[in-house]
């Protein structure tokens, strides 16, 4: 009666357990198999041997009469899982934000330049950004942005050297309906209101005009913008990160760029170290990137022979990671892709046309050396002084000893060289090591 009553059941139910894409198989009181849906009879077929069983009894009228097991393919289940985690990492890519583990490097001055920028991003401090092109300014900004309170909030960057300046205010400030002819209609939200709360990144700030610096310079001071059109100003509450490989302090001698605007700006400096600074992280840097476009380029690369890495290390690297990263993408594509290692050769055809052997400006904020030679000492002067206060981490006591000279002439320097930049630069990197320690 038991078996009749469960054959039944089996009968009712099979339009249902054949629909299902899981194998299932019922036995009765003696252990014998009764049914067995398509999906089990497809497991057996392709001689799967690892699965995951959920086993439950069968009751008719609080009665045992049975038991009904469903598998669960763990190759299916594999497969499942890297479907899900190709997606999500695909998604990472899409929404991330960098943050300061995407930093790579571990020379001591970038190791301190990241702890300095971590205290600054702890703070509402306008930071600007100084370094070369391509030593990674943006990925600074990202990471100050992530690791602040405003993280939650937007991150907007925009280079100001790549808008036409009669472009510039409306991208920065917006404008109301019908304020110039081919205007949006409703008008257009510019980046500072877009940002409210969050981070605004201008990038290449050297580069904008005398007129763009007025109307900036209103905007940090009042917390206030007007956009074109507008009667009557707007209150927005804005984080300013910039960024520069300007000489901004020639500039403000040359009346190029307002001294007022500047300290706004500069209330907290981080320099930047080039990459010919810290060629000890050439290696890391390298495997990262191979990791990063291996998949692009469809390429197994896992290593890179010592004597291509000695090739990199040779070089001064004028364009930074930027340039190094262009090299190392050249060599994937250049190497076959069955090989995972790059080799000499792949570096040697990948430096070949990149114009590496350019001679880097080793004065990062005066490459225009004049040909008056009183100015070319004093910018030369100019250059030892910062180097050498740079190096002592602040200390201008180490920093004379080093240049061989009295405290007092090094403060009559940088006075009459006008260095105030670097005594405050120096001032801000030896508190913030101070705080650290």
């Known amino acids: 009666m038991k078996n009749d009553n469960l054959t039944n059941l089996i009968k009712a139910t ?6 299902l894409k899981y194998a299932i198989e019922i036995k009765d009181l003696n252990g014998d198999r009764v049914y067995a849906n398509s999906a089990f009879n497809d497991m057996r077929k392709r001689g799967s041997r690892e699965f995951v069983v959920d086993e439950n009894d069968i ?21 499942l899982k890297m479907e899900i985690s190709r997606l999500n990492k695909k998604l990472r890519k899409v929404e991330r934000r960098y943050t300061f583990a ?16 971590k205290i600054a991003a702890a703070t509402p401090a306008t930071i600007m950004l100084r370094g070369e ?14 690791a602040s309170k405003r993280r939650t909030e937007k991150f907007l960057k925009i280079n100001c050297n790549s808008i036409p300046e009669e472009l ?18 409703g008008g257009k939200v510019g980046l500072f209101k877009e940002a409210d709360g969050g981070t605004l990144f201008l990038d290449e700030i050297g580069d904008i005009s005398l007129k763009m610096q007025v109307k900036l310079l209103r905007v940090l001071q009042e917390k206030e913008i007007m956009p074109i059109g507008a009667t009557e100003p707007e209150f927005v509450d804005v984080r300013i990160i910039c960024a520069t490989n300007k000489p901004l302090e020639k500039m403000i001698r040359k009346g190029e760029f307002r001294e007022d605007l500047y300290y706004r700006l500069n209330v907290f400096p ?10 000890t992280d050439i290696g890391i840097i390298v495997m990262h990137i191979i990791e990063k476009y291996n998949e692009f380029y469809e390429r197994h690369v896992s290593r890179i022979d010592e004597d291509a890495l000695e090739l990199l290390y040779e070089e001064d690297w004028p364009g930074n990671v930027r340039e190094l990263e262009n090299v190392i993408s050249r060599a994937l594509i ?12 792949d ?17 990062m904020y005066h490459t225009d050396i004049p040909d008056n030679l009183n100015t070319a000492i004093n910018m030369f002067e100019s250059f030892c002084i910062r180097e050498a206060i740079d190096k002592c981490g602040g200390d201008k006591n180490k920093a004379a000893n080093i240049l061989g000279v009295p405290i007092r002439t090094l403060y009559y320097k940088c006075r009459k060289l006008g260095l105030r930049y670097a005594i405050n630069c120096a001032n801000a990197i030896y508190c913030s090591r101070k705080l650290l320690k």
């Open 334 to 345: 250049n190497s076959r892709e069955d090989n995972d290692v790059l080799s000499r050769s």
């Open 59 to 79: 009751y008719l009228d609080d009665v045992k009469v049975g038991c009904i097991s469903v598998y669960h393919d763990m190759s299916e289940i594999t497969r």
């Open 133 to 146: 092109s391509g030593t990674g300014k943006e990925l600074f900004a990202n990471a100050i942005h992530g």
């Open 270 to 279: 981080i320099v930047i170290p080039p990459l010919r600074e810290r060629k």
């Open 14 to 19: 099979i339009p249902i357990t054949d629909a």
């Open 168 to 185: 510039l205010e409306s991208e920065l400030f917006g404008y109301k309906d019908g304020s110039f002819t081919g205007s949006r209609r």
């Open 347 to 363: 570096i040697e055809f990948a430096l070949k046309g990149m114009n590496v052997k350019t001679e880097p400006s080793r004065i």
């Open 102 to 117: 995407d930093i790579i490097g571990r020379d001591v001055e970038l190791l301190k330049v990241v702890q300095t920028a």
